[in-house]
């Protein structure tokens, strides 16, 4: 209690309420997750770039997994390849942009002038300038070479905002030489801007629904929307007016590409299709492939005879393009793809068992795996198997409250640690079930969260505890840490292992709320208030089972604020109904025998303020949980004295 | 039958009268006074006496002897619930129904003593009744009743009370038309059958009127919902009027055939449904509890006798979009009445309104879009994540009485207050499901909705405002055409109303136990006037207009196509009298700071074909 009081101290200071995450997931996750929501090509080194919405940018090189770039928090919605390869600059909907060095794979800068998920990138390649686009309607320009330049100490950029979109942005797209830039959004209607002027251009209405996918063509004077209304526009930029209609999806539009002459559009829509359309003449129409989900980005192969097909599950496929003679003499086209980079399942059902420690999650491929959220990471992998039945099977006759979040949007277990509605500090459980053997008292509790939050720091500080209260548990030095606001931005994101770092540790020192500070940095276990209470036979309870002497005067009791079941059974059995010699009913099953009236225990029911709140035989643990103690004290025991824990026994 | 109750009632309203007149009613109204928007501004101006009594005069006055239906007495801030009563009382088809609701209810409450009496395996039957009931855990009752109605212990539910008062009531008011009787009648039976069944209107308070309205029409729900449960659950209710109409030689035949017949039908409908399941559950991922409600609703409706859920009952589709994945979840939801949101005072501005075709007043009002976006976005369970989504709250059927709820009344911290922003009252209104939404501009709907009732809220706060009633006149006679048992053949699938008329034969010979239908309901019941047959039950409860007063008051000019001269009534509790459309129109028309608004309006559904027919 003393350390709940603490806390809220601590938190008082930290109004800005700040959320502790972590992710579980292995030391290299080489494939990905979840979709792919962008792919980029280096033709020198032959590499292919992809964002994946497992938050996870990754780089194969010869179609072999290179590197993966770990900095971002959620789904990376977009990536941008400049300076030759050199940089990578990405958009998340963590609400950042970020600026990578991309031969090493580490991230340089990151950039947080947006207030909502960036969706968008544009690239003018002639003038190595970038625009960030997304849902807070607004969109940046950034000169790439003042980026690259960005220090810690030289950490400010200036950023010209294009102003005038009235909603969210969903995409971007500019022309090499950067004179022109156009966004499409749910306004339905795209919508131009010069980017050396910064000066609102025109805007074209024409679509029915959000435009998801736009290219502009070299030298800025037409245009290719693809839309959520299924159609494909060619849009002339200095008539200001449609060109083109082409309905060749029969669903949304949600990617396109067009060769470099504007000759042919490649399109992939949410029908899984690509398609290939002559764009002088749209009748001349071929599909490239069907893929097994929503196409999410297109992006052609260094010779572009052929296009990465990137969709939203995770595998990335490269298909042979038809070329002009397939178009003329309308031969067939393979339906096999050239190459495959194979991807992972996602984490799609996740279920916390009533242990509140372990987690059984089911992936895309109907596997299930059980989690250890105090060790962050998978314990068994169970297989293809029957979900239900295997929640069943790990039902454990317990209670514990909740004290974390869980999240899947990146495919992976996201674990949340908070403080409002679920409490982090809520569970406390015995030292024993929580599979801590050595243990200085055999009644020692400990807090799970707690527990976690220490291990997730250890490094930070490099805070040595006293060898008898030392770590009981540790995550993996890999385990993504991350602090963020809740339900909002990530304030900074680290691996567990390296908190330890000089830069690392200063940032952790600004970021990490004091109540996080205050609970790692307190070595006890924890003071329990004691709290009176009476145990009184239910009025069910035959008089003659009981002792005589117990009736007339119902005995004062102390004890912690929680305690086991277990030992309330056992007070009733010797005290109370004067079986004595039943000392450790919970050890031995049988141990309950017919008293001389004819009567077996074999339950002991409590109840508290007339409800019934554990039903329980001796050989399973229940602990009456600190969250309904908790609310017994506030609603009685600041008006009365005494505590009273109406606790009655049922002999069935 | 509650004759005598009649009879006291002029005693008591006179001492009321007296009471009132002195306290509050200062200005008396002048019978000569005839020009409705005077009337009205003089009402505004007496706030004090709206909530309650005329004055002597109105009475005696010549007013009251051209009332041409009989009328309502305030038994003391009651007017609520008699404007409710003169709604229901001219709603089209709701009579009709209500009246072969009772006499089945009769019946099989008749026929499950009867087997009670027979019987000794009383106990599995209720178990049967009991158990899989869906309704009973929402509704709470229902399944006490059922108990309570088979073991009879406790001899009716109070729900099924209040509709049976409610029946009596407008039995009672037929049999006044009858006599051309002029004397104000008292609902007091209802009254307390009302109180008694729900706590919330004890005590002489004004009460809400919509909350009122709504509550009757569940009970009535809720009594449909246990006649078709009993049905669905018994079918001995079924099978013996086979048996012994089988030993009736004559009629063996008919009755067979129709049982067949019935049989294939039900097949039928309940294959339509599960279909109708199958592709929601293919295009819907989110399926959540309404949605379950609400699909078990739509099977019991179809099984049952719920002529509430043909009549009064839409169904609202909440339709969400991820703007990410694209995904759509639709949820859908039963109503009876259409909130109609109304802006505060300070946005009104009369030219504008007059600009734009009520129609689409109500139709932006209530058809609504919204796109959850920032802190407010919508948590997509094929992306797991927040994501922007767009919403839109569409209606995938209307009722045909589509009941629209001004929301007059906002509930802040200081308590609540009423809004008297003027909203267009228009006569006719389109259509704004989901299907004539979406039609073309210059398509015609296949039907549109007409103005039938409306409920007035005159005064500046809930509780001392007045309730009035404007009803269009007519005993809807044409409903009453080849009854097909309970349901208004305009507005129905053939298979439906077929299938209960075929139950109906079944039920028809053991119709010993209705004392209303003395063997004439149903088929056989129907009289043939006119080459028309005419259901039995317009003698029993239906209104029965005054012709000698309508055709003095209206020249003899009217004919009953002709709709521009619509004939309406105004019932002000016990003052009834009648009004042409343009008055009408003229009441509902716009004046600066008026506090007489309507509050609830009440619009049958027109079909352009069947009007196009008939004439």
Redesign the interface.
């Known amino acids: 209690m003393r350390i709940m009081a603490n806390l809220k101290a601590g938190s008082q200071n930290n109004r800005k309420k700040v959320q502790v995450s972590m992710v579980i997931c292995d030391p290299e996750e080489k494939r990905h997750r979840s979709g792919v929501n962008a792919l980029q090509i280096d033709p020198l080194l032959d590499r292919l770039y992809s964002a994946g919405r497992d938050s996870i940018i990754r780089v194969f090189e010869h179609e072999r997994y290179f590197h993966g770039m770990e900095h971002h928090t959620?789904?990376v919605n977009d990536i941008v390849l400049c300076c030759s390869g050199r940089n990578l600059i990405s958009a998340s909907?963590d609400t950042t942009v970020k600026v990578w060095n991309a031969h090493k794979g580490f991230c340089m800068s990151t950039l947080r002038t947006h207030r909502?998920y960036v969706k968008a990138l544009a690239y003018a390649k002639d003038r190595e300038q970038v625009a960030s686009a997304g849902?807070d309607k607004s969109i940046y320009l950034w000169d790439i070479n003042t980026l690259t330049a960005l220090t810690a100490s030289n950490n400010t950029v200036t950023t010209s905002s294009l102003m005038g979109s009235k909603?969210?942005i969903?995409s971007l797209a500019m022309n090499p030489s950067g004179s022109i830039i156009v966004s499409g959004s749910?306004e339905k209607a795209l919508r131009f801007w010069d980017p050396r002027t910064c000066a609102k251009l025109f805007k074209l209405k024409g679509h029915s629904d959000?435009v998801k996918a736009l290219v502009v063509n070299r030298d800025g004077t037409q245009c290719l929307s693809g839309s959520?209304d299924g159609t494909i526009k060619l849009w002339s930029l200095g008539g200001q007016r449609c060109l083109q209609t082409m309905r060749v999806h029969s669903?949304?539009v949600w990617a396109l590409l067009a060769t470099e002459n504007f000759n042919y559009v490649i399109s992939g829509g949410?029908d899984n299709k690509v398609i290939m359309t002559e764009l002088k003449n749209p009748q001349n129409s071929r599909v490239i492939c069907i893929e097994q989900a929503?196409i999410l980005k297109l992006c052609f192969t260094a010779d572009q005879q052929a296009v990465w097909v990137s969709t939203?599950d995770s595998n990335i496929r490269c298909w042979k393009l038809p070329t002009d003679k397939h178009f003329d003499e309308n031969l067939p086209v393979s339906d096999k793809p050239i190459s495959l980079i194979p991807g992972g399942a996602a984490i799609?059902e996740a279920v916390v068992l009533n242990d509140k420690r372990h987690i059984l999650t089911k992936d895309a491929s109907e596997h299930v795996a059980l989690y250890d959220v105090l060790q962050a990471k998978k314990v068994e992998d169970i297989g293809v198997a029957n979900f239900q039945e295997e929640i069943k099977k790990r039902f454990k006759m317990i209670h514990i409250p909740n004290w974390f979040n869980v999240?899947?949007?990146t495919g992976m277990l996201t674990i949340h640690l908070g403080q409002d509605e679920v409490d982090c500090f809520s569970a406390w459980v015995s030292a024993r079930d929580a599979g801590i053997k050595d243990t200085p008292e055999p009644d020692s509790k400990v807090n799970y969260g707690k527990l976690l939050l220490q291990a997730l720091l250890e490094h930070w500080r490099m805070v040595q505890t006293e060898a008898d209260t030392k770590n009981h548990f540790s995550v993996p030095k890999h385990t993504p840490l991350i602090l963020s606001e809740i339900?909002g931005r990530t304030l900074y994101r680290v691996p567990v292992g390296e908190a330890g770092g000089e830069t690392e540790s200063a940032l952790l020192n600004e970021t990490v709320p004091g109540w996080v500070t205050a609970i790692v940095e307190d070595n006890c276990n924890g003071k329990f208030i004691k709290i009176q209470f009476y145990l009184q036979p239910h009025s069910s309870v035959p008089v003659h089972l009981l002792k005589q002497d117990r009736i007339k005067k119902p005995e004062r009791l102390v004890a912690n604020d929680f305690i086991q079941c277990k030992k309330v059974a056992e007070h009733i059995l010797e005290k109370l109904l004067g079986d004595g010699n039943a000392s450790s009913p919970g050890v031995d099953g049988d141990s309950s025998p017919p008293t001389s009236n004819g009567y077996g225990v074999d339950h002991i029911e409590l109840s508290c303020n007339e409800q019934v709140r554990y039903f329980f035989s001796f050989i399973h643990i229940v602990e009456i949980p600190k969250r309904f103690m908790k609310t017994l004290e506030l609603n009685h025991y600041k008006k009365y004295t005494s505590f009273e824990n109406d606790t009655r026994i049922l002999i069935s | 039958m509650t004759i005598l109750e009649n009879e006291v009632n002029p005693i008591h309203l006179h001492i009321s009268d007296s009471e009132y007149s002195n306290s509050h009613c200062k200005r008396k109204y002048s019978s000569e006074d005839k020009d409705p928007s005077a009337k009205k501004q003089l009402l505004e101006v007496e706030s004090n006496m709206l909530n309650g009594y005329r004055s002597e005069n109105r009475h005696n006055g010549d007013n009251m002897q051209e009332a041409p239906v009989a009328s309502l007495s305030n038994m003391g801030n009651t007017c609520y619930l008699n404007s409710v009563l003169y709604t229901l009382r001219f709603a089209p088809t709701f009579l009709h129904n209500l009246h072969h609701l009772i006499g089945d209810l009769a019946l099989v409450n008749g026929r499950l003593s009867q087997n009670r009496a027979k019987t000794s395996s009383l106990g599995r039957n209720i178990g049967a009744i009991g158990g899989p009931n869906s309704r009973s855990s929402s509704s709470g009752t229902s399944s006490k009743d059922l108990f309570s109605i088979a073991s009879d212990v406790v001899p009716k539910s109070k729900v099924q009370i209040v509709t049976e008062r409610l029946h009596d009531l407008y039995m009672t008011m037929h049999n006044l038309e009858l006599k051309e009787s002029t004397d104000p009648y008292q609902p007091v039976a209802l009254l307390h059958a009302v109180r008694e069944a729900n706590a919330i209107f004890e005590g002489n308070h004004q009460q809400d009127a919509h909350e009122l309205l709504l509550y009757l029409l569940d009970n009535i729900r809720e009594t449909c919902d246990f006649l078709s449960t009993q049905l669905q659950h018994n079918p001995d209710l079924l099978n013996e009027p086979e048996s012994t109409s089988s030993s009736n030689s004559g009629k063996m035949w008919g009755v067979r055939r129709s049982w067949k017949k019935s049989q294939s039908k039900k097949e039928k409908i309940s294959k339509e449904s599960i279909n109708e399941e199958i592709i929601n559950g293919s295009t819907i991922a989110e399926v959540d509890d309404s949605e379950m409600n609400a699909n078990s609703d739509m099977q019991q409706k179809k099984i049952g006798y719920n002529f509430l859920a043909e009549d009064f009952e839409g169904i609202t589709l909440v339709r969400t979009k991820c703007l990410e994945c694209e995904t759509i979840t639709e949820r859908k939801e039963l109503f009876y009445d259409i909130p109609v949101p109304i802006m505060s005072d300070d946005d009104f501005d009369i030219t504008e309104i007059e600009n734009i075709d009520p129609s689409d007043i109500y139709r932006n009002a209530c058809v609504t879009f919204e796109k959850l976006c920032d802190a407010n976005k919508y948590l997509c369970e094929k992306c797991e994540r927040y994501n922007e989504a767009n919403r839109e709250v569409l209606f995938e059927t209307l009722p045909n009485i589509m009941i629209l709820q001004l929301k007059r009344f906002n509930t802040s911290t200081s308590g609540v207050h009423k809004v008297n922003t003027y909203l267009p009252t228009p006569l006719n209104l389109d259509c704004f499901c989901e299907s004539c939404y979406n039609l073309e501009e210059d398509v015609l709907s296949p039907h549109y909705y007409r103005l039938c009732c409306i409920i007035m809220h005159l005064g500046g706060t809930m509780a001392s405002g007045h309730y009035i009633t404007y009803v269009k006149a007519s005993n809807y006679y044409n409903s009453y055409h080849d009854c097909s048992r309970d349901l208004p053949k305009s507005s129905l699938s053939a298979s439906c109303s077929e299938k209960s008329l075929n139950i109906l034969k079944f039920l028809k010979p053991r119709a010993v136990a209705n004392s209303f239908m003395e063997g004439r309901n149903g088929i056989s019941s129907k009289s043939i006037l006119n080459g028309l047959k005419i259901c039995k039950s317009i003698d029993c409860c239906s209104v029965k207009l005054n012709k000698n007063v309508l055709e003095n008051a209206l020249n003899s000019q009217v004919k009953r196509n002709d709709h521009e001269e619509d004939l309406w009534l105004e019932c002000d509790d016990e003052s009834i009298r009648y009004l042409k459309s343009p008055e009408l129109t003229q009441i509902l028309g716009y004046k600066p700071n008026s506090t007489a608004t309507p509050y609830l309006l009440f619009y049958s559904k027109i079909n352009r074909n069947y009007e196009k027919n008939s004439d």
């Open positions: 959620d789904w909907s909502d849902l909603e969210s969903y749910t959000n959520s669903d949304s949410r929503p939203s799609r999240d899947l949007k339900g």
